[in-house]
């Protein structure tokens, strides 16, 4: 047999993409279809004073104007809906600019959005909270399932101490998502019965929102995500269209579609909070850290609570005897924040990484070898590393980038008229994996079927899938009908976090050994027997007793791993860039990447991943900054 596992395969679902065949949630066929449009509101803190709804209910073809005096009463903020909490017009509090405040029923989007355009709302409005003021930070309970804060030793002692230190604070902005497809949702109720088709990272937590919203069994929601055209994050939760779609669909007993506008994908879907930190660096003279103090201050909304988790890479990239991380958060009105790719390691790593580089410019010490140097087998916590590459990612980009052409004095690198510049900078991101259940089935005619209810969200997971199942069975890939997205399916954690493909693929590669092992029950054959026999002499066997199929059916998890080791991947990026002295215009030249990323399932898929990731933190890097300086100690 082939091995297809890490074998560069085309995307399975490539055709029906490029040819229009794949349908994303707002273009399922539903019969009877209505349409929503969001009205949202132009204050950031109040109370709606009055709807002047009369003149669009009288408009061609609208079916309802819901609003907090009509809409049905469901369950938005109960500690069973958990994150986030959602508005969607249980009252006349208006909480954040753009939050929806009404929603317009029509037969077809153009009178529904032309109706939504001329509803009137008045406000009282109230002065809105829309500063990082430090004074009115507080300690949130936990962030990121840790502790907001992280001890070890006395770091502002070894700063006061140290023979060299930097000390600054770093901005990085609000970001927001908004992937080529907007978000849009289709639900329609059958009695007591919701499907919903969205754009979602997530279909069981989906469904799980949905069921804890509106009261009704778990088994009762129906959430089906064939395609996703981006999502970064940001459909990783179950914003407030959703639950305003099926309260629509309830209201006028037909199936209701809500897609975003461009503009409303700035609103209350999420995005990357504003984070202010502190890092200050100590070292000995030998460039070894004494100490490092991250303290983060981050954003949230008044009524939600989601903190910007920017101080974790320090716990685990560099080794020091003295640690200080916190992380404190500011109540806004604004949209609740969310997860934005890599949320906290892209901000705190760009404040982290920024100190470093400043750190070798104060101590005269290569960049590469400061990070070298300060490697460590161990986190904060004491736990040693499953596995550990930084240093090797270093050797391998400089390498690459030919840093050790790199002059490190101040503009002594040029290119014509035009300033050349060598940057690196250490990358961290941790292994994550839940529970998942998958189903393979193989048939007499030597097709297989394989489900999970994982969702592919355009990185390859449909046909790094097809190539476990196929691998497993000794199939080709053509032959492996991979079905995802629909919370039918067995269970599957979201497509976020880098967590579903070691989840489900870890399953789905066990059902398909569940069909082996079967199949050798079947035949009365010892199961080692058939463990690397072909899928056309698997197929043999089903024909040989007469059966049509053969299901296998696994369940996955993780273990003790975590309460063992450290799980993290290491990487490292360098970049050439070119800088205009007059014009102050940069341009990058060159980028380099090295990864420790462990097995890799797909070569092209996985290189597609890497050059997507160092777009996203090449563009957040040019919209952040730092503020004040320090140097040796005593200067």
């Not at 204050?43 to 669009?56: E, L, M, P, S, T």
């Not at 408009?59 to 986030?84: D, E, F, I, K, W």
Request: glycine content about 10%.
């Amino acid at each position: 047999m082939t091995a297809l596992v890490g074998a560069p395969v085309d995307r399975v679902d490539g055709r029906l993409k490029v040819t229009g065949a794949a349908k994303y949630s707002a273009e399922i066929a539903v019969p009877n279809l209505a349409y929503g449009a969001l009205v949202l509101s132009t204050v950031a803190n109040g109370r709606i004073a009055q709807v002047d709804d009369a003149a669009v209910r009288r408009m061609p073809g609208v079916l309802a104007v819901m609003t907090p005096a009509n809409a049905p009463r469901v369950n938005a903020s109960g500690p069973q809906v958990g994150y986030p909490v959602l508005r969607v017009l249980q009252d006349d509090l208006v909480h954040y600019d753009r939050q929806p405040v009404a929603v317009v029923v029509a037969d077809t989007f153009e009178r529904a959005t032309d109706a939504a355009a001329m509803l009137r709302v008045r406000y009282d409005a109230a002065p809105p909270a829309t500063r990082m003021n430090g004074s009115s930070a507080y300690k949130p309970a936990q962030v990121h399932g840790k502790d907001a804060d992280t001890r070890k030793g006395d770091a502002e002692a070894a700063l006061a101490s140290a023979a060299v230190k930097v000390d600054n604070t770093y901005t990085t902005p609000v970001e927001h998502h908004n992937p080529m497809e907007p978000h849009a949702t289709i639900a329609l109720w059958e009695g007591d019965r919701l499907t919903v088709y969205d754009a979602t990272q997530g279909v069981i937590g989906a469904r799980r929102k949905l069921a804890a919203v509106f009261g009704v069994p778990t088994e009762n929601v129906r959430v089906v995500s064939r395609f996703i055209g981006g999502g970064f994050g940001s459909k990783g939760s179950s914003w407030p269209h959703v639950t305003l779609a099926a309260m629509a669909a309830k209201l006028t007993n037909r199936p209701v579609k809500i897609v975003l506008s461009r503009p409303q994908m700035f609103g209350s879907v999420g995005h990357r909070p504003r984070t202010e930190q502190r890092v200050a660096l100590a070292a000995g003279s030998d460039g070894k850290l004494t100490g490092i103090v991250h303290q983060t201050t981050a954003h949230t909304s008044v009524f939600d609570e989601f903190v910007e988790p920017s101080g974790l890479i320090s716990t685990v990239l560099y080794g020091t005897p003295s640690l200080l991380v916190t992380h404190r958060a500011v109540r806004l009105n604004t949209a609740t924040p969310t997860y934005m790719r890599a949320p906290g390691e892209s901000s705190g790593s760009f404040a982290l990484e920024s100190a470093m580089d400043e750190l070798a410019y104060a101590l005269g010490v290569d960049p590469v070898e400061l990070r070298v140097r300060n490697d460590t087998d161990r986190d904060a916590d004491g736990l040693p590393f499953s596995s550990r590459s930084l240093v090797q990612a270093l050797r391998a980009g400089a390498e690459r980038i030919g840093w050790s052409r790199r002059d490190p004095r101040a503009r002594s690198m040029r290119d014509g008229n035009l300033l050349v510049g060598f940057g690196v900078a250490a990358a961290t991101y941790p292994m994550n994996r839940s529970a998942a259940s998958a189903s393979v089935q193989l048939r007499a005619d030597g097709s297989v079927l394989a489900r999970s209810a994982g969702v592919d969200i355009g990185t390859g997971a449909y046909t790094v899938f097809s190539q476990i199942v196929a691998d497993t069975l000794g199939v080709p890939v053509q032959r492996v009908r991979m079905e995802l997205g629909d919370s039918a399916f067995p269970i599957a954690p979201n497509a976020g976090g880098s967590t579903l493909t070691a989840s489900a693929g870890s399953a789905l590669k066990l059902a398909a050994l569940d069909v082996r092992a079967k199949l050798a029950a079947l035949d009365g054959a010892d199961p080692a027997s058939l463990a690397s026999v072909n899928g056309d002499a698997l197929v043999a066997i089903l024909r040989k007793h007469g059966t049509d199929a053969i299901d296998g059916r696994a369940d996955a998890k993780p273990g003790d791993e975590k309460k063992n080791f450290s799980m993290h991947s290491f990487g490292a990026q360098f970049a050439e860039v070119r800088v205009d002295p007059e014009l102050g215009t940069v341009r990058l030249a060159r980028f380099v990447n090295a990864f420790g990323a462990g097995r890799i399932l797909n070569e092209k898929t996985a290189k597609s991943q890497y050059i997507g990731g160092a777009v996203w933190g090449i563009g957040m890097r040019c919209s952040s900054t730092r503020a004040s300086t320090s140097g040796r100690a005593g200067s």
